[in-house]
C-alpha cells in the first residue's frame, strides 16, 4: 500500500492542475496503485498532473513505468505531465536511465506550479 497524497491547484492562467504526492517506495508492490491513482486523476480531475517525488525514497523500473503510463495519459488529452522535488536516491534511477530527459522535470513544486504547462497536441 502507497500512501498518496493528492491536492488541486489553479495557476494564474485558469489552468487546473493535480498534485500528486506519493510517500516511501514506488516499485513492483505499489506501482499499479499509482498507475491507477493517476489515470483516476487524469480521466476524472484535470489532464494536467504534477508528481510531486520529494517523499519517495526508492524507485524501480515499475515505478518508472507508472510515470510514463500517466505522462502518455496526459498527453492522449492534450495534458501536461510533471515531475518535481526528486529524492536524491530516487534522482540517480532517473539519470541512469536516461528517463531525466523524457520527463520535465522541476526542482520544487512552487517552481512547477508556477510555470504554464506545456500542452502538447495528442498525437
Known sequence: MINIDQKTCTT????????????GRLDITTAWQF?????ECISKHSPHVVVNLGQVNFIDSSGLTSLLAG???????????RICNVHSEAKLVFEVTMMDTVFEIFD????????????????
Open 108 to 123: 520544487t513544486e512552487e517552481q512547477v506550479l508556477k510555470t504554464p504547462p506545456r500542452i502538447l497536441a495528442s498525437q
Open 12 to 23: 494564474e492562467d485558469g489552468h487546473t492542475i493535480m498534485v500528486l504526492t506519493p510517500a
Open 71 to 81: 505522462m502518455r495519459e496526459a498527453d492522449k488529452i492534450s495534458g501536461s505531465f
Open 35 to 39: 498507475r491507477l491513482k493517476l489515470q
